[in-house]
């Protein structure tokens, strides 16, 4: 009798998620590196600021402003802004800007709007007590500004308060996204703080290419995202780097694009993992992006990467707040094939077009494929609308997917997929 494997994943910031595997059928269990955390992460900040990237130090830029915009990430990345915005904070003041002369703009994207409860939590009793906070609103047309198009035609929508501000800076982590490549950089703008036709527009140009462009630091998207980002004024960033446990391997400042490309080289070093063959079944772990399906569908594109075609991927995430808060009539669409969403979309027929982008790039990796779901935050007729299907255990979802992949699939586990990067061994 063959021995068994009992295989252990996150589920949630506090819960994991255990099952057993037959170790025959194991072919891989794909981590990123135990790369090493910077010992002291405040010092660390101080460091990255005094030696910019392509750029001079923030407080020689700083010095005269009267008007600062900070665009930081939201609860749904694990960005460390409680440590690194008091010493951004500090810095500033340095150059001779006052705390009330700064404003921090919650770069949500089309994210729902954080409570006091999860801003004190994300950026720490110290900066609200210091600044003016202000949640994004992708959908407030009066605080958007209109500032024409890219030269690859994208409309730019900018939210008004980044573009009259004399100084912006972008405070964000940079790791494997699918649709730029790496997360980071001119993200915090497009679509951190723009509008839903500009964020549609480069959702779309991502989201209609198979296979992604997840690890790829130079593309289309990544390209429109920092053409956005400059229209827009984004004159600095200070962008960190985590490793698999969350701690920060390295912080970054400087030009939008340089210091961006400095961290994207160690966020590859520290998120990758190599494999040499693809499997029948890849088991993929939405951790840290479990919130809503809007994020956990992360965990879909690198599990597509270690697939065969025809594989089956089982996705493990809890989505305490369902499919989307924001986008929850795309429940409409998401079950339909890639042609017909992307048709819809481009006729106008979606009119939340960066859902119907989304609803794109899932029914990409469906295609040919069972997609089984693992999920408590999920009902089935969800799943089913998603185009998975829903099981209560990982035990259940083996069975079925061995049941039509025969007693000798082999299996892959991607126990964090969401920010792991799947490199094919040479």
């Not at 990345?77 to 921090?104: C, F, H, K, S, Y």
């Not at 494929?369 to 083996?398: K, N, Y």
């Amino acid at each position: 009798m063959s021995g068994k494997k009992v295989m252990t994943i996150p589920y949630g910031p506090q819960e994991t998620v255990s099952f057993e595997l037959p170790a025959e059928n194991l072919l891989s269990v794909l981590l990123p590196p135990d790369y090493p955390a910077v010992a002291d992460l405040a010092a660390e900040v101080r460091r990255a600021l005094a030696e910019p990237i392509g750029a001079a130090p923030l407080r020689q830029v700083a010095s005269g402003k009267k008007n600062v915009v900070i665009l930081a990430d939201d609860k749904t990345r694990l960005t460390p802004t409680d440590v690194i915005l008091p010493e951004l904070l500090d810095e500033l003041n340095q150059a001779g800007v006052a705390d009330e002369q700064m404003t921090l703009l919650v770069a949500l994207g089309t994210h729902r709007a954080m409570s006091e409860e999860e801003l004190l939590a994300k950026y720490g009793q110290q900066v609200l007590q210091r600044v003016r906070i202000v949640n994004h609103n992708y959908r407030d047309l009066d605080n958007l500004l209109d500032l024409g198009r890219t030269a690859n035609g994208t409309p730019i929508l900018i939210n008004r308060l980044v573009k009259e501000a004399d100084l912006a800076i972008g405070v964000g982590s940079v790791y494997p996204h699918h649709l730029p490549g790496f997360a980071g950089g001119g993200k915090i703008v497009q679509p951190g703080v723009s509008g839903q036709e500009t964020t549609g527009a480069t959702h779309l140009l991502g989201c209609r290419v198979y296979p992604s462009y997840l690890g790829h630091v130079d593309n289309p998207v990544r390209r429109e995202m920092d053409a956005v980002a400059c229209s827009a004024g984004l004159d600095y960033i200070l962008n960190a780097v985590q490793n698999e446990h969350g701690r920060t391997v390295g912080v970054f400042a400087g030009d939008l694009q340089a210091a961006f490309r400095a961290a994207a080289g160690i966020a590859r070093q520290a998120l990758s993992a190599p494999f040499s063959a693809l499997a029948d079944i890849v088991i993929s772990g939405s951790y840290p992006a479990d919130l809503e399906f809007w994020q956990a569908h992360k965990a879909l594109y690198p599990a597509d990467m270690v697939g065969k075609p025809g594989s089956t991927l089982i996705v493990v995430t809890p989505c305490p707040e369902g499919v989307s808060v924001m986008h929850g009539q795309m429940l409409e669409y998401t079950a339909w094939p890639p042609q017909d969403v992307e048709a819809a979309a481009v006729a106008g027929k979606i009119h939340d077009v960066p859902a119907a982008a989304l609803a794109l790039a899932w029914s990409l990796v469906r295609q040919g494929r069972q997609v089984s779901i693992i999920s408590g935050g999920l009902t089935d007729e969800e799943a089913g609308q998603l185009g998975f299907v829903r099981f209560r255990t990982v035990g259940e979802a083996l069975e079925d997917a061995f049941r039509r992949h025969g007693s000798q699939a082999k299996v892959t586990v991607l126990p964090k997929a969401a920010e792991t990067l799947p490199v094919r061994a040479e």
